[in-house]
Protein backbone atom coordinates (compact mmCIF):
# COMPACT_ATOMS: atom_id res chain seq x y z
CA UNK A 1 0.00 0.00 0.00
CA UNK A 2 1.06 3.62 -0.68
CA UNK A 3 1.75 6.05 2.28
CA UNK A 4 -0.43 9.22 2.04
CA UNK A 5 -0.12 12.35 3.99
CA UNK A 6 -1.84 15.70 4.29
CA UNK A 7 0.52 18.49 2.88
CA UNK A 8 0.00 21.73 4.54
CA UNK A 9 1.57 23.18 1.87
CA UNK A 10 -0.63 22.05 -1.23
CA UNK A 11 -3.68 21.89 1.22
CA UNK A 12 -4.04 18.40 -0.16
CA UNK A 13 -3.48 14.81 0.79
CA UNK A 14 -0.73 13.16 -1.20
CA UNK A 15 0.64 9.81 -1.75
CA UNK A 16 4.48 9.97 -0.28
CA UNK A 17 7.62 10.07 -2.35
CA UNK A 18 10.69 10.63 -1.06
CA UNK A 19 13.83 12.40 -2.64
CA UNK A 20 15.74 9.05 -1.89
CA UNK A 21 13.45 5.83 -2.62
CA UNK A 22 15.66 4.56 0.71
CA UNK A 23 15.44 7.22 2.60
CA UNK A 24 13.50 9.88 4.99
CA UNK A 25 14.95 13.12 5.93
CA UNK A 26 12.14 14.05 8.42
CA UNK A 27 12.46 17.15 10.63
CA UNK A 28 10.49 18.68 13.62
CA UNK A 29 10.58 21.70 15.56
CA UNK A 30 11.77 21.17 19.14
CA UNK A 31 10.65 23.11 21.74
CA UNK A 32 11.90 26.27 23.79
CA UNK A 33 13.95 25.72 26.59
CA UNK A 34 12.47 27.74 29.07
CA UNK A 35 9.48 25.77 30.59
CA UNK A 36 8.70 22.76 31.65
CA UNK A 37 7.62 20.53 28.71
CA UNK A 38 3.80 19.63 28.95
CA UNK A 39 1.48 17.03 27.38
CA UNK A 40 0.77 19.81 24.41
CA UNK A 41 4.37 19.08 23.43
CA UNK A 42 4.39 15.23 24.51
CA UNK A 43 0.88 14.89 21.78
CA UNK A 44 3.70 15.96 18.79
CA UNK A 45 6.24 14.28 20.04
CA UNK A 46 4.42 11.29 20.32
CA UNK A 47 2.74 11.61 17.16
CA UNK A 48 5.97 12.48 15.36
CA UNK A 49 7.73 9.64 16.98
CA UNK A 50 4.60 7.32 15.52
CA UNK A 51 5.36 8.62 12.16
CA UNK A 52 8.96 7.67 12.62
CA UNK A 53 8.22 4.21 13.38
CA UNK A 54 5.67 3.72 10.67
CA UNK A 55 8.22 4.95 7.92
CA UNK A 56 10.78 2.73 9.44
CA UNK A 57 8.05 -0.30 8.86
CA UNK A 58 7.85 0.49 5.43
CA UNK A 59 11.13 0.02 5.45
CA UNK A 60 12.80 3.88 5.35
CA UNK A 61 16.42 5.13 6.80
CA UNK A 62 15.18 7.74 8.88
CA UNK A 63 17.12 10.44 9.43
CA UNK A 64 15.10 12.46 12.44
CA UNK A 65 16.38 15.56 13.39
CA UNK A 66 14.64 17.80 16.50
CA UNK A 67 15.90 20.96 17.38
CA UNK A 68 16.39 22.93 21.21
CA UNK A 69 15.71 26.66 21.17
CA UNK A 70 18.68 27.56 23.45
CA UNK A 71 18.63 31.34 22.57
CA UNK A 72 15.73 33.43 23.45
CA UNK A 73 13.98 35.86 25.33
CA UNK A 74 12.35 33.78 27.78
CA UNK A 75 15.40 31.85 28.65
CA UNK A 76 17.16 34.91 29.48
CA UNK A 77 14.33 36.06 31.74
CA UNK A 78 14.91 33.13 33.78
CA UNK A 79 18.86 33.69 34.01
CA UNK A 80 19.80 34.38 37.41
CA UNK A 81 16.92 32.65 39.10
CA UNK A 82 17.32 29.37 40.84
CA UNK A 83 17.24 27.82 37.12
CA UNK A 84 20.62 28.99 36.87
CA UNK A 85 22.84 31.91 36.37
CA UNK A 86 23.25 32.24 32.92
CA UNK A 87 20.91 31.75 29.97
CA UNK A 88 23.19 28.72 29.13
CA UNK A 89 22.61 27.02 32.38
CA UNK A 90 18.76 27.94 32.50
CA UNK A 91 18.87 26.09 28.89
CA UNK A 92 20.44 23.40 30.05
CA UNK A 93 18.33 22.77 32.94
CA UNK A 94 15.28 22.41 31.07
CA UNK A 95 17.38 20.29 28.17
CA UNK A 96 17.88 17.81 30.60
CA UNK A 97 14.12 18.05 32.07
CA UNK A 98 12.82 17.25 28.10
CA UNK A 99 14.83 14.53 27.54
CA UNK A 100 14.07 12.93 30.76
CA UNK A 101 10.03 13.50 29.40
CA UNK A 102 11.16 12.09 26.03
CA UNK A 103 12.40 8.92 27.23
CA UNK A 104 9.86 8.46 29.97
CA UNK A 105 7.16 8.22 26.53
CA UNK A 106 9.20 5.74 25.61
CA UNK A 107 9.79 8.02 22.25
CA UNK A 108 12.40 6.94 19.41
CA UNK A 109 15.52 8.60 19.79
CA UNK A 110 16.10 11.24 17.18
CA UNK A 111 19.44 11.48 15.01
CA UNK A 112 20.46 14.29 16.42
CA UNK A 113 19.25 17.00 18.80
CA UNK A 114 20.93 20.48 17.61
CA UNK A 115 20.97 23.38 19.53
CA UNK A 116 20.86 27.39 18.42
CA UNK A 117 23.92 28.06 20.12
CA UNK A 118 26.22 25.64 18.73
CA UNK A 119 24.96 26.85 15.01
CA UNK A 120 25.83 31.05 15.44
CA UNK A 121 28.30 30.11 12.64
CA UNK A 122 26.08 28.48 10.20
CA UNK A 123 23.33 31.03 11.23
CA UNK A 124 25.57 33.97 10.04
CA UNK A 125 26.85 32.62 6.93
CA UNK A 126 23.33 31.71 5.33
CA UNK A 127 22.63 35.57 6.73
CA UNK A 128 25.46 36.49 4.72
CA UNK A 129 24.38 34.40 2.01
CA UNK A 130 21.07 35.94 1.54
CA UNK A 131 22.11 39.61 2.02
CA UNK A 132 24.85 38.53 -0.77
CA UNK A 133 21.92 37.58 -3.14
CA UNK A 134 19.98 40.72 -2.17
CA UNK A 135 17.39 39.08 -0.04
CA UNK A 136 18.35 40.75 2.66
CA UNK A 137 19.50 43.99 4.08
CA UNK A 138 21.33 45.49 7.19
CA UNK A 139 19.69 48.50 9.69
CA UNK A 140 20.79 49.46 12.45
CA UNK A 141 23.08 46.52 13.21
CA UNK A 142 20.26 44.01 12.69
CA UNK A 143 19.51 42.26 9.15
CA UNK A 144 15.89 41.56 8.38
CA UNK A 145 14.95 39.67 5.25
CA UNK A 146 13.01 42.16 2.59
CA UNK A 147 9.89 40.00 1.75
CA UNK A 148 9.31 41.56 -1.53
CA UNK A 149 12.02 39.96 -2.79
CA UNK A 150 10.28 36.85 -2.86
CA UNK A 151 7.71 36.10 -5.18
CA UNK A 152 6.32 32.58 -3.24
CA UNK A 153 6.21 34.84 0.11
CA UNK A 154 2.80 33.75 1.97
CA UNK A 155 2.14 30.50 -0.43
CA UNK A 156 1.99 28.47 2.90
CA UNK A 157 -0.21 30.46 5.08
CA UNK A 158 -2.12 31.12 1.70
CA UNK A 159 -1.93 34.99 2.25
CA UNK A 160 -1.05 37.98 0.28
CA UNK A 161 1.87 39.82 1.13
CA UNK A 162 -0.60 43.02 1.13
CA UNK A 163 -2.78 41.77 3.99
CA UNK A 164 0.26 41.00 5.52
CA UNK A 165 0.65 44.62 8.20
CA UNK A 166 3.81 43.86 10.08
CA UNK A 167 5.97 40.97 11.94
CA UNK A 168 8.21 41.54 14.79
CA UNK A 169 8.43 43.83 17.74
CA UNK A 170 6.69 47.54 17.31
CA UNK A 171 10.48 48.96 17.93
CA UNK A 172 12.28 47.10 14.68
CA UNK A 173 9.04 48.84 12.53
CA UNK A 174 11.72 52.23 11.83
CA UNK A 175 14.44 49.87 10.91
CA UNK A 176 12.59 47.92 7.80
CA UNK A 177 11.79 48.65 4.49
CA UNK A 178 8.69 46.40 4.69
CA UNK A 179 6.28 45.90 7.82
CA UNK A 180 6.43 42.17 7.57
CA UNK A 181 10.28 42.25 6.65
CA UNK A 182 11.69 39.86 9.29
CA UNK A 183 14.94 39.40 11.55
CA UNK A 184 17.74 37.45 10.72
CA UNK A 185 20.36 38.92 13.01
CA UNK A 186 19.36 41.24 16.35
CA UNK A 187 21.92 43.94 16.79
CA UNK A 188 23.17 43.81 20.67
CA UNK A 189 21.65 41.83 23.57
CA UNK A 190 17.40 41.04 24.22
CA UNK A 191 15.81 44.46 25.16
CA UNK A 192 14.92 44.73 28.99
CA UNK A 193 11.38 45.46 28.84
CA UNK A 194 11.51 41.96 26.62
CA UNK A 195 13.13 40.09 29.74
CA UNK A 196 10.73 42.06 32.06
CA UNK A 197 7.40 40.94 30.54
CA UNK A 198 8.81 36.90 30.70
CA UNK A 199 9.58 37.06 34.27
CA UNK A 200 8.71 34.28 36.13
CA UNK A 201 6.58 34.45 39.18
CA UNK A 202 7.82 30.99 40.07
CA UNK A 203 11.62 31.57 39.34
CA UNK A 204 12.29 34.54 40.41
CA UNK A 205 15.54 37.08 39.74
CA UNK A 206 16.77 38.83 42.30
CA UNK A 207 17.76 42.02 40.78
CA UNK A 208 14.30 42.84 38.74
CA UNK A 209 15.55 46.39 38.08
CA UNK A 210 18.97 45.22 35.88
CA UNK A 211 17.71 41.96 34.20
CA UNK A 212 20.28 40.56 32.18
CA UNK A 213 21.23 40.54 28.28
CA UNK A 214 21.66 37.52 27.45
CA UNK A 215 24.63 36.10 25.37
CA UNK A 216 25.78 37.91 21.99
CA UNK A 217 27.99 37.06 19.20
CA UNK A 218 30.13 38.52 16.80
CA UNK A 219 28.64 38.71 13.29
CA UNK A 220 30.06 41.24 10.35
CA UNK A 221 27.23 43.49 11.37
CA UNK A 222 28.27 43.76 15.39
CA UNK A 223 27.61 42.28 18.49
CA UNK A 224 24.32 40.76 18.14
CA UNK A 225 21.81 37.50 18.06
CA UNK A 226 20.33 35.16 15.82
CA UNK A 227 16.46 35.55 14.90
CA UNK A 228 13.92 32.90 15.34
CA UNK A 229 13.16 31.85 11.75
CA UNK A 230 16.99 31.28 10.88
CA UNK A 231 17.50 29.10 13.51
CA UNK A 232 15.59 26.38 12.36
CA UNK A 233 16.35 26.76 8.39
CA UNK A 234 20.36 26.69 9.82
CA UNK A 235 19.98 23.71 11.73
CA UNK A 236 17.93 21.90 9.68
CA UNK A 237 19.65 22.55 6.35
CA UNK A 238 23.47 21.48 8.75
CA UNK A 239 21.90 17.56 9.14
CA UNK A 240 19.57 17.08 6.60
CA UNK A 241 20.74 19.49 3.26
CA UNK A 242 19.01 21.85 1.21
CA UNK A 243 16.02 20.18 0.74
CA UNK A 244 13.64 18.00 4.06
CA UNK A 245 11.48 15.15 2.81
CA UNK A 246 9.33 16.00 5.97
CA UNK A 247 8.71 19.18 8.34
CA UNK A 248 6.97 18.52 11.19
CA UNK A 249 5.37 20.99 13.83
CA UNK A 250 2.70 22.86 15.48
CA UNK A 251 -0.40 24.33 13.61
CA UNK A 252 0.07 27.50 15.34
CA UNK A 253 3.66 27.78 13.64
CA UNK A 254 2.04 28.07 9.93
CA UNK A 255 2.84 31.54 10.42
CA UNK A 256 5.09 33.17 10.55
CA UNK A 257 7.95 31.01 11.78
CA UNK A 258 7.53 28.27 8.71
CA UNK A 259 6.47 30.30 6.42
CA UNK A 260 9.89 32.60 6.95
CA UNK A 261 11.35 28.88 7.17
CA UNK A 262 10.66 28.52 3.09
CA UNK A 263 10.97 32.12 2.21
CA UNK A 264 15.06 32.63 3.60
CA UNK A 265 15.94 28.60 3.18
CA UNK A 266 14.56 28.18 -0.44
CA UNK A 267 16.01 32.08 -1.65
CA UNK A 268 19.46 31.33 0.24
CA UNK A 269 19.28 27.67 -1.91
CA UNK A 270 16.95 28.45 -4.73
CA UNK A 271 16.09 24.80 -3.90
CA UNK A 272 12.51 23.43 -2.26
CA UNK A 273 13.08 23.75 1.31
CA UNK A 274 10.91 20.90 2.34
CA UNK A 275 8.51 18.72 0.17
CA UNK A 276 5.96 18.11 2.87
CA UNK A 277 4.63 19.79 5.70
CA UNK A 278 2.56 18.38 8.39
CA UNK A 279 1.06 20.04 11.38
CA UNK A 280 0.06 19.02 14.62
CA UNK A 281 -3.44 20.46 15.86
CA UNK A 282 -4.01 22.29 19.16
CA UNK A 283 -4.35 20.61 21.73
CA UNK A 284 -6.83 22.54 24.42
CA UNK A 285 -7.73 22.53 27.92
CA UNK A 286 -9.97 24.66 29.48
CA UNK A 287 -11.27 25.44 25.69
CA UNK A 288 -7.93 27.10 24.93
CA UNK A 289 -4.69 26.00 23.58
CA UNK A 290 -2.40 24.36 26.14
CA UNK A 291 0.42 26.60 26.77
CA UNK A 292 3.09 27.26 28.97
CA UNK A 293 2.28 31.32 28.64
CA UNK A 294 -1.32 30.38 29.53
CA UNK A 295 -0.57 28.45 32.72
CA UNK A 296 -3.05 25.80 32.02
CA UNK A 297 -0.81 23.01 31.94
CA UNK A 298 -0.10 19.48 32.98
CA UNK A 299 3.41 18.29 33.04
CA UNK A 300 4.46 15.43 31.23
CA UNK A 301 6.20 13.90 34.52
CA UNK A 302 3.23 14.57 36.70
CA UNK A 303 0.78 12.70 33.61
CA UNK A 304 3.35 10.21 33.55
CA UNK A 305 3.73 9.14 37.40
CA UNK A 306 -0.10 9.77 37.77
CA UNK A 307 -1.19 7.71 34.45
CA UNK A 308 1.57 5.61 33.45
CA UNK A 309 3.44 5.83 29.84
CA UNK A 310 0.92 3.29 28.14
CA UNK A 311 -1.48 5.53 29.19
CA UNK A 312 -0.30 8.56 28.23
CA UNK A 313 0.13 7.38 24.83
CA UNK A 314 -2.90 5.96 24.26
CA UNK A 315 -4.73 9.22 25.47
CA UNK A 316 -2.65 11.23 22.73
CA UNK A 317 -3.07 8.95 20.10
CA UNK A 318 -6.49 8.62 20.19
CA UNK A 319 -6.96 11.20 17.58
CA UNK A 320 -5.30 11.85 14.86
CA UNK A 321 -1.97 14.13 14.88
CA UNK A 322 -4.33 16.94 12.42
CA UNK A 323 -7.13 16.86 14.41
CA UNK A 324 -7.57 19.17 17.32
CA UNK A 325 -8.27 17.42 21.05
CA UNK A 326 -8.80 18.51 24.75
CA UNK A 327 -7.36 17.45 27.63
CA UNK A 328 -9.72 16.58 30.38
CA UNK A 329 -10.28 14.09 33.08
CA UNK A 330 -12.54 12.18 31.65
CA UNK A 331 -10.95 11.30 28.26
CA UNK A 332 -7.55 9.96 30.09
CA UNK A 333 -9.42 8.21 32.45
CA UNK A 334 -11.03 6.46 29.52
CA UNK A 335 -7.81 6.15 27.48
CA UNK A 336 -6.30 4.26 30.85
CA UNK A 337 -9.33 1.55 30.74
CA UNK A 338 -8.34 1.42 26.92
CA UNK A 339 -5.23 0.67 27.64
CA UNK A 340 -5.90 -1.73 30.00
CA UNK A 341 -8.93 -3.87 27.89
CA UNK A 342 -5.93 -3.64 25.41
CA UNK A 343 -2.89 -5.16 28.12
CA UNK A 344 -5.92 -7.70 28.68
CA UNK A 345 -6.37 -8.94 25.32
CA UNK A 346 -2.49 -9.12 24.53
CA UNK A 347 -2.13 -11.42 28.12
CA UNK A 348 -4.83 -13.41 27.01
CA UNK A 349 -3.49 -14.56 23.82
CA UNK A 350 0.16 -15.34 25.54
CA UNK A 351 -2.00 -17.28 28.10
CA UNK A 352 -4.42 -19.08 25.74
CA UNK A 353 -1.20 -19.61 23.49
CA UNK A 354 1.00 -20.86 26.32
CA UNK A 355 -2.19 -23.18 27.90
CA UNK A 356 -1.99 -26.92 27.25
CA UNK A 357 -5.70 -26.24 25.35
CA UNK A 358 -3.46 -24.71 22.49
CA UNK A 359 -2.98 -27.20 20.07
CA UNK A 360 -1.47 -27.04 16.26
CA UNK A 361 -3.84 -28.97 14.17
CA UNK A 362 -6.82 -26.80 15.66
CA UNK A 363 -8.27 -24.17 13.20
CA UNK A 364 -10.55 -21.69 14.18
CA UNK A 365 -11.13 -19.95 10.63
CA UNK A 366 -12.99 -16.93 12.02
CA UNK A 367 -10.30 -15.75 14.23
CA UNK A 368 -7.57 -16.49 11.35
CA UNK A 369 -10.23 -14.56 8.98
CA UNK A 370 -10.18 -11.89 11.63
CA UNK A 371 -6.36 -11.37 11.83
CA UNK A 372 -6.15 -10.65 8.35
CA UNK A 373 -8.66 -7.84 8.40
CA UNK A 374 -7.21 -6.60 11.62
CA UNK A 375 -3.54 -6.22 9.40
CA UNK A 376 -5.13 -4.99 6.54
CA UNK A 377 -7.48 -2.56 8.47
CA UNK A 378 -4.10 -1.03 10.52
CA UNK A 379 -2.27 -0.67 7.61
CA UNK A 380 -4.88 0.99 5.61
CA UNK A 381 -5.47 3.49 9.01
CA UNK A 382 -1.46 4.62 9.12
CA UNK A 383 -1.25 4.89 5.45
CA UNK A 384 -4.30 7.10 5.37
CA UNK A 385 -2.59 10.20 6.84
CA UNK A 386 -1.29 8.06 10.12
CA UNK A 387 -4.35 7.56 11.18
CA UNK A 388 -3.39 6.41 14.32
CA UNK A 389 -7.51 6.76 15.72
CA UNK A 390 -8.39 3.90 13.41
CA UNK A 391 -5.51 2.11 13.86
CA UNK A 392 -6.26 1.98 17.57
CA UNK A 393 -9.77 0.98 16.54
CA UNK A 394 -8.08 -1.89 14.48
CA UNK A 395 -6.33 -3.64 17.48
CA UNK A 396 -9.03 -3.20 19.23
CA UNK A 397 -10.90 -5.24 16.25
CA UNK A 398 -8.09 -8.01 17.51
CA UNK A 399 -9.26 -7.97 21.28
CA UNK A 400 -12.31 -8.85 20.48
CA UNK A 401 -12.13 -11.66 18.49
CA UNK A 402 -9.07 -13.37 21.13
CA UNK A 403 -11.60 -13.39 23.69
CA UNK A 404 -14.50 -14.50 21.67
CA UNK A 405 -11.97 -17.65 20.62
CA UNK A 406 -10.83 -18.30 24.36
CA UNK A 407 -14.45 -18.56 25.67
CA UNK A 408 -15.92 -19.85 22.83
CA UNK A 409 -13.61 -23.12 22.46
CA UNK A 410 -11.94 -25.55 25.46
CA UNK A 411 -9.01 -26.18 22.31
CA UNK A 412 -7.49 -23.39 21.22
CA UNK A 413 -5.92 -22.17 17.66
CA UNK A 414 -2.28 -21.73 18.59
CA UNK A 415 -1.33 -21.25 15.03
CA UNK A 416 -3.61 -17.94 14.86
CA UNK A 417 -2.74 -17.28 18.95
CA UNK A 418 0.09 -16.73 17.71
CA UNK A 419 -0.09 -14.17 14.76
CA UNK A 420 -2.26 -12.77 17.22
CA UNK A 421 0.48 -12.23 19.69
CA UNK A 422 2.84 -10.82 17.00
CA UNK A 423 0.83 -8.82 15.50
CA UNK A 424 -0.41 -7.12 19.01
CA UNK A 425 3.69 -6.74 19.18
CA UNK A 426 4.30 -5.70 15.79
CA UNK A 427 1.45 -2.85 15.47
CA UNK A 428 1.52 -2.03 19.04
CA UNK A 429 4.49 -2.44 20.37
CA UNK A 430 7.41 -1.39 17.09
CA UNK A 431 4.92 1.11 15.22
CA UNK A 432 2.25 2.53 18.01
CA UNK A 433 5.63 2.38 21.04
CA UNK A 434 3.28 0.70 23.44
CA UNK A 435 4.96 -2.02 25.92
CA UNK A 436 3.10 -4.99 26.63
CA UNK A 437 5.30 -5.81 29.09
CA UNK A 438 5.74 -2.56 30.97
CA UNK A 439 5.77 -2.47 35.25
CA UNK A 440 2.20 -2.59 36.43
CA UNK A 441 1.28 0.57 38.60
CA UNK A 442 1.26 -1.36 41.59
CA UNK A 443 4.91 -3.03 40.31
CA UNK A 444 5.91 0.47 40.12
CA UNK A 445 4.57 2.23 43.11
CA UNK A 446 6.27 -0.24 44.86
CA UNK A 447 9.55 0.04 43.37
CA UNK A 448 9.02 3.93 44.20
CA UNK A 449 8.58 3.33 47.78
CA UNK A 450 11.75 0.91 48.49
CA UNK A 451 13.48 3.60 46.47
CA UNK A 452 12.65 6.52 48.49
CA UNK A 453 13.35 3.93 51.77
CA UNK A 454 16.79 3.71 50.57
CA UNK A 455 16.96 7.41 49.86
CA UNK A 456 15.56 8.06 53.33
CA UNK A 457 18.81 5.94 54.65
CA UNK A 458 20.99 7.92 52.55
CA UNK A 459 20.38 10.80 53.85
CA UNK A 460 20.59 9.65 57.31
CA UNK A 461 24.07 8.44 56.80
CA UNK A 462 24.67 11.81 55.77
CA UNK A 463 23.32 13.93 58.67
CA UNK A 464 25.60 11.41 60.46
CA UNK A 465 28.71 12.31 58.98
CA UNK A 466 29.15 8.81 56.67
CA UNK A 467 29.72 10.31 53.52
CA UNK A 468 31.15 7.32 51.93
CA UNK A 469 28.20 5.14 53.11
CA UNK A 470 26.05 8.08 51.86
CA UNK A 471 27.82 8.17 47.98
CA UNK A 472 27.82 4.37 47.84
CA UNK A 473 24.24 4.05 48.46
CA UNK A 474 23.84 6.58 45.53
CA UNK A 475 26.11 4.67 43.35
CA UNK A 476 24.03 1.00 43.59
CA UNK A 477 21.14 3.22 42.88
CA UNK A 478 22.53 4.77 39.74
CA UNK A 479 24.17 1.40 39.10
CA UNK A 480 20.69 -0.16 38.90
CA UNK A 481 19.36 3.13 36.50
CA UNK A 482 17.93 5.16 39.32
CA UNK A 483 19.61 8.67 38.87
CA UNK A 484 19.36 10.73 42.38
CA UNK A 485 19.51 14.44 42.61
CA UNK A 486 20.42 16.43 45.49
CA UNK A 487 18.32 19.44 45.71
CA UNK A 488 17.37 22.57 48.30
CA UNK A 489 14.14 20.63 48.90
CA UNK A 490 15.70 17.24 49.27
CA UNK A 491 16.46 14.25 46.94
CA UNK A 492 14.60 13.40 43.85
CA UNK A 493 15.06 10.21 41.43
CA UNK A 494 14.32 9.53 38.22
CA UNK A 495 14.82 6.06 36.48
Not at 39 to 64: F, I, P, Q
Not at 170 to 182: N, Y
Not at 374 to 388: L, S, Y
Amino acid sequence: MTLRVTNTLTGETEEFEPQDPDDVLLYYCGLTTSDPPHLGHARSWVHVDVMHRWLEWHGYDVRHVENFTDVNEKIVARAGSDLGDSEEAVAHHYVDEILGSMRSLNLKRAEVYPRVSEHVPEIVDLVETLVEEGYAYESGGSVYFDVTTFEEYGKLSNQRLEDIEEQGQEAELSEKRHPADFALWKAGGVDPEAVREHRSEDHPHPDAEHPPEGQTWDSPWGEGRPGWHIECSAMSMTHLGETLDIHVGGRDLVFPHHENEIAQSEAATGQTFARYWLHCALFEMDEEKMSSSLGNFVTVPEAVERFGTNEVRTFLLGGKYNSRQTYSEAAIEEAVERWDRLRRGYETAVDAADSPDAYTKVEDEALRAELDEVREGFVAAMDEDFNTREAIRALFTLVSAVNKHVDEHDEYDYQALRESIETFEEFGEDVLGFSFAGETEGEATIADDVIELVLDVREEEREAGNYERADELRDRLEALGVEVQDTDEGPTFRY
